[in-house]
């Protein structure tokens, strides 16, 4: 990942509104958020929420599908793993005992959705 692709990425993330609004895209899974959903959830208002998911598409941390006439969001998986990855890159300096703590948090957090518990 380019660094400048990194920084577009952490700047989406680095408000509150919009960490919000992406943390309830990540729980919602595959399935997303309608819009409608979504800014309930958020309690923003749709021109607020519009404006967030903006920023966060064209970072690479959303995506959109359109099902009938509704508008649903979703996390954008890829984009977030390849942020966490460049973010974790070399942290480990030959120790990989420094990183399993994250891994088995996010193995634990992606086994609990699977089973309907809250992460």
């Given at each position: 990942m380019e660094i400048d692709v990194a920084l577009k990425r952490l700047s989406a993330l680095a408000q509150q509104g919009r960490l919000e609004v992406f943390r309830l895209l990540v729980?919602?899974?595959?399935?997303?958020?309608?819009?409608g959903d979504l800014a309930r959830a958020a309690g923003v208002a749709p021109n607020t929420l519009s404006a967030q998911l903006t920023i966060l598409t064209h970072a690479g941390l959303a995506r959109s599908r359109r099902e009938g006439r509704s508008i649903i969001y979703s996390a954008d998986y890829d984009g977030m793993g390849d942020l966490l990855l460049y973010l974790m890159q070399d942290c480990c300096q030959g120790r990989p005992e420094v990183c399993?703590?994250?891994a088995a948090a996010?193995?634990?957090s992606c086994c609990d959705q699977k089973e309907g518990m809250p992460a």
């Open positions: 729980q919602a899974g595959d399935a997303g958020l309608s819009a399993d703590p994250v996010a193995a634990q």
